[in-house]
């Protein structure tokens, strides 16, 4: 999988290492300070660091201008771009804009609808779905040309990646899905957060089945409860999210004022039993606005230190 892109999180896989990514939410206002001390926090710990791009359609600091931040703290940087809010013109603007920073990776998402958001009444976009995005960022990598057919004088080097939810129903197409994703040119995979261990591990059997495994690096997505409660909300209410009750018991079944270290825990063993897991190439921490948890967690895996890339 030679793709020649200056991306470090791609050398760390291609090398053969587990890779540790993670992410940060940008603030609702103009202080970059807040992804500068988030990024602090987890910067010795992770291989490159995810920006979401207005996640959950709540308008928050543009992803781009977040990424350039971490940029100049000489941090790697995963710029998340949605087709939500852009049609083909703004998506091909950014990519480039982001290239002109030297942000050598790149996650293509459709995004949350906005209805869900807070600006319900807002048009959406969608001139182009998350597997378009990627077939656009590879045409433009690969062939030096914009959509319209003209060459591009400094064509955009970014390593291209997609997500993936084991979880959605329906289950039997959710391997079809990543395929097609790996066939527009895919090549990392996030997923979305794992709690049921036996339902990921029986779609990983559908991935090598087909042999994608050898096709995209895939990271694992893993996120620490805070609370019982937070893993009731999860269950109950987050499409496509799979929350075995066994897990809800154990977080009830400790007093409140542990309860975050036990989701820590069950956090720390499930990446030790996605090690296991043939095809598995890192780990995507999500520890929504609790990134000082980030070390704790990557240490006690036996992810860190984290390797050089060469």
């Not at 690096?217 to 019982?228: D, E, M």
């Given at each position: 999988?030679?793709?020649?892109?200056?991306?470090?999180?791609?050398?760390?896989?291609?090398?053969?290492?587990?890779?540790?990514?993670?992410?940060?939410?940008?603030?609702?206002?103009?202080?970059?300070?807040?992804?500068?001390?988030?990024?602090?926090?987890?910067?010795?710990?992770?291989?490159?660091?995810?920006?979401?791009?207005?996640?959950?359609?709540?308008?928050?600091?543009?992803?781009?201008?977040?990424?350039?931040?971490?940029?100049?703290?000489?941090?790697?940087?995963?710029?998340?771009?949605?087709?939500?809010?852009?049609?083909?013109?703004?998506?091909?603007?950014?990519?480039?804009?982001?290239?002109?920073?030297?942000?050598?990776?790149?996650?293509?998402?459709?995004?949350?609808?906005?209805?869900?958001?807070?600006?319900?009444?807002?048009?959406?976009?969608?001139?182009?779905?998350?597997?378009?995005?990627?077939?656009?960022?590879?045409?433009?990598?690969?062939?030096?040309?914009?959509?319209?057919?003209?060459?591009?004088?400094?064509?955009?080097?970014?390593?291209?990646?997609?997500?993936?939810?084991?979880?959605?129903?329906?289950?039997?197409?959710?391997?079809?899905?990543?395929?097609?994703?790996?066939?527009?040119?895919?090549?990392?995979?996030?997923?979305?957060?794992?709690?049921?261990?036996?339902?990921?591990?029986?779609?990983?059997?559908?991935?090598?089945?087909?042999?994608?495994?050898?096709?995209?690096?895939?990271?694992?997505?893993?996120?620490?409860?805070?609370?019982?409660?937070?893993?009731?909300?999860?269950?109950?209410?987050?499409?496509?999210?799979?929350?075995?009750?066994?897990?809800?018991?154990?977080?009830?079944?400790?007093?409140?004022?542990?309860?975050?270290?036990?989701?820590?825990?069950?956090?720390?063993?499930?990446?030790?039993?996605?090690?296991?897991?043939?095809?598995?190439?890192?780990?995507?921490?999500?520890?929504?606005?609790?990134?000082?948890?980030?070390?704790?967690?990557?240490?006690?895996?036996?992810?860190?230190?984290?390797?050089?890339a060469e």
């Amino acid at each position: 999988m030679d793709t020649k892109t200056p991306s470090r999180l791609e050398k760390i896989l291609s090398a053969g290492h587990l890779a540790v990514t993670s992410e940060c939410g940008p603030p609702r206002g103009s202080d970059g300070e807040v992804i500068v001390k988030k990024a602090e926090m987890i910067k010795d710990y992770v291989d490159a660091i995810n920006v979401t791009d207005n996640q959950t359609s709540v308008t928050r600091l543009c992803s781009l201008a977040a990424c350039i931040r971490l940029k100049f703290m000489g941090l790697e940087a995963i710029l998340q771009m949605v087709t939500r809010d852009r049609n083909r013109i703004a998506l091909q603007s950014d990519i480039l804009g982001a290239a002109s920073f030297d942000i050598y990776n790149i996650l293509c998402l459709s995004g949350d609808h906005q209805q869900f958001g807070d600006n319900p009444q807002g048009q959406n976009v969608f001139d182009l779905d998350s597997m378009q995005l990627i077939q656009t960022v590879r045409y433009m990598r690969d062939e030096g040309k914009f959509l319209g057919g003209d060459d591009i004088e400094h064509p955009p080097k970014m390593f291209v990646g997609a997500a993936a939810n084991p979880f959605a129903d329906p289950f039997e197409v959710r391997v079809r899905r990543l395929a097609k994703k790996v066939a527009a040119g895919a090549e990392f995979i996030q997923t979305q957060c794992i709690y049921n261990l036996d339902k990921f591990e029986l779609w990983m059997k559908g991935v090598r089945d087909r042999g994608l495994h050898e096709k995209v690096y895939i990271l694992a997505g893993v996120t620490p409860f805070k609370s019982a409660g937070m893993a009731k909300y999860m269950k109950n209410r987050v499409p496509g999210m799979d929350v075995p009750d066994e897990v809800v018991a154990r977080m009830s079944g400790v007093p409140k004022e542990k309860q975050p270290e036990e989701g820590i825990n069950i956090c720390v063993e499930s990446i030790q039993r996605l090690k296991e897991v043939e095809g598995v190439r890192g780990f995507h921490v999500m520890a929504i606005e609790w990134e000082e948890k980030v070390p704790e967690i990557v240490e006690r895996s036996g992810l860190y230190p984290r390797p050089k890339a060469e």
